[in-house]
Nanobody, 125 residues
Framework: VQLQASGGGLVQAGGYLRLSCVASGRTFSNYALAWFRHSPGKEREFVATISRSGYNSYYTDSVKGRFTITRDNARNTVYLQMNSLKPEDTAIYYC???????????????????WGQGTQVTVSS
């Protein structure tokens, strides 16, 4: 499956952005989806994941209550709504897809075989 992420940009602290990731090439609803991020000097880290149906989701602690992951299987798109942004959210954000045989969520990057190209999010203080 091919993934194309968009929606990044420059925003002030406290602001918001919505990232989108459009998939093509395979049956979208067969995949669990996730967002990861990578900032300089750090490992690529898990941000949020959503199950095949969209019913289940899971977040890293630092974004709980601020970020929301959703998916639209009819549009082959996964979203990450990011509110109350902080400078420490600055990173390149990547969407990822994992073939799934249940409606679970997966937070480890080794589960994910398909990755988008990344979109830069910069939060100024």
């Amino acid at each position: 499956v091919q993934l194309q992420a968009s929606g990044g940009g420059l925003v002030q602290a406290g602001g918001y952005l919505r990232l989108s990731c459009v998939a093509s090439g395979r049956t979208f609803s067969n995949y669990a989806l996730a967002w990861f991020r990578h900032s300089p000097g750090k490992e690529r880290e898990f941000v949020a994941t959503i199950s095949r149906s969209g019913y289940n989701s899971y977040y890293t602690d630092s974004v709980k209550g601020r970020f929301t992951i959703t998916r639209d299987n009819a549009r082959n798109t996964v979203y990450l709504q990011m509110n109350s942004l902080k400078p420490e959210d600055t990173a390149i954000y990547y969407c990822a897809a994992a073939a799934a045989y249940d409606d679970g969520t997966y937070s480890h990057r080794d589960h994910y075989s398909f990755w988008g190209q990344g979109t830069q999010v910069t939060v100024s203080s």
